[in-house]
């Protein structure tokens, strides 16, 4: 899952954890312009250094993670619940995010969890999508290995991209465009399999599924900053606890329809490994590099970070799970790594 950061440069969407837990460092501007010149250049390079590492490394371990999860190819603990461990671990990082800025700066308008009923009756339409698309996330690794998840999650670029211009009205520029065409020539080459019957490695299934994932989290995404634009003031960590409530409440809901037998009957964290808390952690995680990303560095490290994670997810696939690392995917996810550093070089250009 995914943060979600307004900034009108970058039109940047995720599911993922806040923002503003990264807004207060910890350290005034005073102090920050007591030090050298030299001493906050070097400060500003170790945090864009760690953050690119963190960053990459989230990024390559995710879809690693939920395949190193299934025993005998299957999941044994509910992914229901492991979604709904996810939001809660969110929410609670949200809170813990909003508690040190109250500490800091007091509870004012703008901070406060207290709400209205018109404020918050939208986020359960973003909460209901994203439910749906995390859960494909699982099942979407019956028809397609690691690596390929890697770089066909990329497909999210092109549905946010279309989405913002259909609802949000935002011009899109021609290397934009010209990025996503390269995208999709990307994600094709990476799937090609001369050693098959079959045109692509991924089957038609596979390829749906990615697509659908890619239109919910482009439409949750879009979504969720048009509700955010209508009070810009508000704080994010605030909009993002209640989306993650509405979250865990659909989570909930979803565990009662899908798995409430098993639950009752083996108990709710049956079947959880150190794989699976590692992949829960992953998931909520994932949200604070890139707020961080955000926040401490620029467009151009989440691209080095996506072109590292696809390639680096490949080489453990190798080991871990036979993967063959064929000139088709290297290929392709150099495609997919010009294509993302285009659509990124647009959007600054706009």
Known sequence: ????????????IEDGVVGDAVNSRGVSPSTVTSFPTGSVDRLRWKRKMVVTIALTILTSSQAILIVWSKR???YEYSVTTANFMVETLKCALSLA??????????????NRLSTTFDEVKVYPIPAALYLVKNLLQYYIFAYVNAPGYQILKNLNIISTGVLYRIILKR??????????????AGCTTAQLNPTSDHVLETPLEGWMMAIVMALLSGFAGVYTEAIIKKRPSRNINVQNFWLYVFGMIFNALAIVTQDFDAVVNKGFFYGYSLITILMILNHALSGIAVSMVMKYADNIVKVYSTSVAMLLTAVVS????????????FLG???VSVSVYLHSAGKMQR
């Open 318 to 329: 190798v080991f871990l799970f036979d993967f063959h690392l064929s000139l088709a995917f």
């Open 72 to 74: 005998a190819g299957k």
């Open 97 to 110: 995010a909003l508690t040190r800025i109250w500490k800091n700066e007091g509870v004012t308008e703008d």
């Open 171 to 184: 011009k899109l520029s021609e290397i934009q465009w010209a990025g996503f065409v390269l995208l999709c």
């Open 1 to 12: 899952m995914e943060y979600r950061k307004i900034k009108d440069e970058e039109d940047q």
């Open 333 to 335: 996810s150099t495609v």
